[in-house]
Structure formats: C-alpha cells, structure tokens
C-alpha cells in the first residue's frame, strides 16, 4: 500500500501560483511515477502532469506546457506541482496518483491517489 497526501491547495487570485505537495508513505518511493490529476464536478478527472522515478523525465497535458511544473524529491517521498499563471479554469480538485514503474496519462492506470486538495482561482 501506498498512502498519499496532498496539501498546498487554496484559492488565489487569477495570475497567482500555488505550489502543491503530495506526501507519500508506505512503500518504496523511487519504484512509482507520479501524475497529477484534476477534476471539475461533471467532468472526467483530467491529467495534468507526471513525473519518472527519478525526475529526470516529465510529461504535461499539451494545454499546460509552460505554465505548470512536477518535481519529485525521493529522500523526502514527495511529489511537487508548481502552478503558475492561474486562471479560472484551473479551479478543480486536484490530485496525485502513483504508478508502479512508469506514468501514465490514464487515470484508469493507476495504483494509488490521494484524497486531493481543492485549487479555487478568482477572476
């Protein structure tokens, strides 16, 4: 079992950033990709972004390139998403996920999630 955590969520001003942490305990860290996901009341939960093993390989949705940024340090089992620029449309819960191995952009495809954390953007 792996046990997630996300903390960082908040609401902020339209061009604010927000810096989410997603805490992990329970197995080997360095053995799980981790995404980010978030998802609207309504809506399919919506990847964001992932990151290797290692950190040394990252992915992001195509519309989020440039403004969002995932970073992992292992020796602390925690997983960052950097969020800048924020518009309203980025209000959602969101999200992280661990994958055995190697990231995803499937949600379906992942083994374990946090219980997310709320990011509100005012216009």
């Known amino acids: 079992q792996v046990q997630l955590i996300e903390s960082g969520g908040g609401l902020v001003q339209a061009g604010g950033s927000l810096r989410l942490s997603c805490a992990a305990s329970?197995?080997?860290?360095?053995?799980?990709?981790m995404a980010w996901f978030r998802q609207v009341p309504g809506k399919e939960r919506e990847f964001v972004a992932a990151v290797s093993r290692f950190g040394d390989s990252t992915n992001y949705a195509d519309s989020l390139k440039g403004q969002f940024t995932s970073s992992r340090d292992n020796p602390k089992n925690t997983v960052y998403l950097q969020m800048n620029s924020l518009k309203p449309e980025d209000t959602a819960v969101y999200y992280c996920?661990?994958?055995?191995?190697?990231?995803?952009?499937?949600?379906?495809?992942?083994?374990?999630w946090g219980q997310g954390t709320q990011v509100t953007v005012s216009s």
């Open positions: 996920a661990a994958r055995l191995w190697s990231f995803s952009p499937r949600p379906s495809e992942y083994d374990y």
């Open positions: 329970g197995r080997t860290f360095s053995n799980y990709a």
